[in-house]
């Protein structure tokens, strides 16, 4: 039987299993292709990201309030996202390429920081009651990144707006389960 422990730890993988599978769909695409990959790389990875900062983060901040893991992540983040607001506007491919590898480069690292790092001694620490809540969260990622029709991010343009818009949701719906 898995706990909910194994669900998040497992839910949380899989994420990042899938956004490396979706940085590589925008390497391997053609020029012509390139925009659409890189629209489903940033829409997944922008509602995923903002349950990070809604639901996973917060609870480091205050868990580990004598070490900045949490803090590091947080960071890595808001890095990673003043690169994709440079390639968002980005004209030249080889430009775009270049950068795109180094990002893809520091989202690997980052995942798996998270994992190995941050993900462990957060399982570890927090109570089953908080686990549940942190992966109901989690599993909205999913249908909120895939269906552009009904997602909350519908109609967010960049990957900063994204965030924002799935933060508020997140919210939202972390007061509709109290």
């Known amino acids: 039987m898995t706990t909910p422990t194994d669900e998040l730890v497992s839910l949380i993988t899989g994420q990042h299993g899938r956004i490396k599978t979706l940085m590589t769909d925008v390497t391997m695409a053609t020029d012509a292709d390139r925009l659409a990959a890189f629209d489903a790389f940033r829409r997944y990875l922008a509602v ?3 349950a990070e900062q809604s639901l996973l983060h917060p609870q480091g901040l205050v868990t580990f309030d004598d070490d900045n893991i949490s803090q590091r992540r947080i960071t890595e983040e808001q890095d990673a996202a003043a690169v994709i607001a440079s390639l968002e506007t980005m004209r030249s491919a080889s430009d775009f390429k270049m950068q795109f590898g180094l990002l ?3 989202i690997i690292r980052h995942a798996e920081a998270e994992e190995h790092e941050e993900l462990p001694r957060l399982v570890a620490a927090l109570p089953e009651e908080t686990i549940e809540k942190v992966l109901e969260g989690f599993a909205l990622v999913e249908p909120w990144a ?3 029709a ?3 991010i519908r109609g967010a343009s960049t990957f900063e707006a994204m965030v924002s818009q799935a933060t508020v949701a997140f919210a939202a719906s972390e007061k509709e389960t109290r």
Do not use: G, Y
Request: hydrophobic share 35%.
């Open 48 to 50: 995923h990201e903002a």
């Open 104 to 106: 893809q480069e520091a």
């Open 150 to 152: 009904a997602s909350p």
């Open 146 to 148: 895939d269906d552009v």
